[in-house]
């Protein structure tokens, strides 16, 4: 088969940027000037609710941190096929319906979510949902677009009306090339899971220089946000350093190198035990071991 | 060349095997990091490695389906995997098992959830005795799991066949070579739907349908094996945190 592209769910990119990019903030830097922490993926929705229900064709709700109890708990994990309920109208997401019985159609984690039974899974790609704050990395550059790879079964394009810049026709290759990492925002995603990226909506949106990228799997997200972004304030307090997440599973984290290290380290740590009751802990006992007196 | 007695005097088979004994089946869930998924079957002597990527774009873009995504399929035979060195690439019997492979995973994909994109699936054989289908897509069915493919279910499948005029399952080398029929069967397991039929050989009527009940027996068997080498991989242990960030094989 062709093109047999590397999809790893998780790597490791140490991006050297070029200096050059919209508002780019140093590792102290915090605040984006309208009073939040940081850009993309922030654990602040409020501004987010009214924007999670648009062009959706297969009813998914998207388990936030708000509504999803990030209570350490375990949860049983379930297989496709797997028996969840009976019921005409109670599967959510990660299941199928067939004659009245709900059934698993993902590896992943039962869950209950506003009446439904629904299924986390464990890895997947993200889908597309308007209004996500995602990073995204440049695989094309157009005259006119450039197409960005958001870890999705399909790449998105980013137009030059909807950049943060103002960009001539053709000039494109000025501001962003390939590999290059963006904050960006999912404008719209249409019936056949087409989406468009926008760096108008949202906080934060601009080109990333410098810094590490990070993958995990998306429903992993509010996880590593926490609940009311407690676990990531903790290990950005921490760390010293500035981290951006995005709904897609992708974050970027800059700052000095060895604690970078340490905050990617601890990322990967709740990647790996989602579900394990005294997460937030363990957690919080590496970063004091490792970031020992520093805060 | 000696013919092996395929049915011995005491009634087992040449390996001493009952007629309805698998042969030692072990399975790994997750062991490549670039793929979306993976599995690892060690059936018999057969070793196969399943990897899958996606959803992703699908290539060459003439196959995507604007409703629904498909599944592609590549099953390949390393030059090592049998006795006589085998020329690399695809020939028409790999050509024939992808098609059935992919044929069979897009009755268990539910490929709506993802349209104009394609699940690629690929099977790799390192080491072949009969029966390398049938393991190729009880990998794959596993490492479509640890992708997070949305299923129906976990797919499971087995050979029957006829040698030495007793209706046997799972057969091994010498029996596929030298018996009177091979039947390789796919299925559904929690509706017994079947999604992959093949023949090579002779059999009546009832000879069949004793060969089928038996193969979607060990499908069910094989299927609790898939499911319980996805849960040692992925259940929760109550407890500690797994220990240290550098532990597991998902790092890299």
Known sequence: MANDRNRGRRRQDWFGGDGRSGNFAGPRDRDDGQGRRDGPGQYDRRDRQDRRYDCRDDGRDRPQGRDRPAVEQTREVVLPGDLLAHGKNIGGPGTYTENGVVYAAQLGVRTFQEGKVSVLPLGGKYMPIAGDEVIGKVLDVNPNFWLVDINAPYPAPLHIDESAWQVQIGETAKYLNRGDIVAVSIQSVDVVKRSKLTMKDGHGMRKLAGGMVMEVSPSKVPRIIGKGGSMISMIKDRTGCMILVGQNGRMWIDGEPDMILVAAEAIGMIDRNAQQSGLTDAVQRFLEERTGSRR | ?252
């Open chain 2, 1 to 252: 060349m000696e013919e092996v007695k395929l049915i011995r005097e005491d009634g087992l088979r040449a390996d001493g095997r009952k007629f309805d004994e698998l042969r030692p089946l072990k399975i790994e869930a997750n062991v490549l990091h670039r793929a979306d998924g993976s599995a690892y079957v060690e059936w018999g002597q057969n070793k196969v490695l399943a990897a899958v990527y996606g959803p992703r774009e699908t290539h060459p873009r003439y196959a995507q389906k604007m409703d629904r995504g498909i599944v592609q399929c590549r099953y390949n035979m390393a030059p090592f995997s049998v006795t006589e060195r085998r020329r690399p690439g695809p020939d028409r019997r790999s050509v024939e098992i992808s098609k059935v492979t992919a044929e069979a995973f897009e009755r268990a994909v539910l490929t709506e959830k993802f349209p104009r994109a394609s699940v690629d699936i690929y099977i790799e054989v390192l080491e072949a005795n009969a029966g390398t289908r049938c393991a190729g897509i009880t990998a794959a069915a596993v490492a479509l799991a640890d992708a997070g493919v949305p299923m129906r279910d976990l797919v499971a499948s087995c050979a029957a066949g006829k040698v030495g005029d007793q209706i046997v399952v799972d057969l091994g080398k010498e029996e596929d070579n030298q018996g009177q029929a091979d039947l390789p069967v796919a299925i559904i397991p929690r509706t017994g739907e079947i999604i992959l039929l093949q023949m090579d050989g002779h059999l009546t009527v009832d000879e069949l349908e004793k060969a089928l009940d038996l193969a979607m027996d060990a499908c069910k068997r094989i299927n609790a094996i898939q499911r319980e080498a996805l849960t040692k991989r992925y259940a929760v242990r109550s407890g500690e945190v797994k220990d240290g960030p550098e532990g597991g094989a998902n790092d890299g």
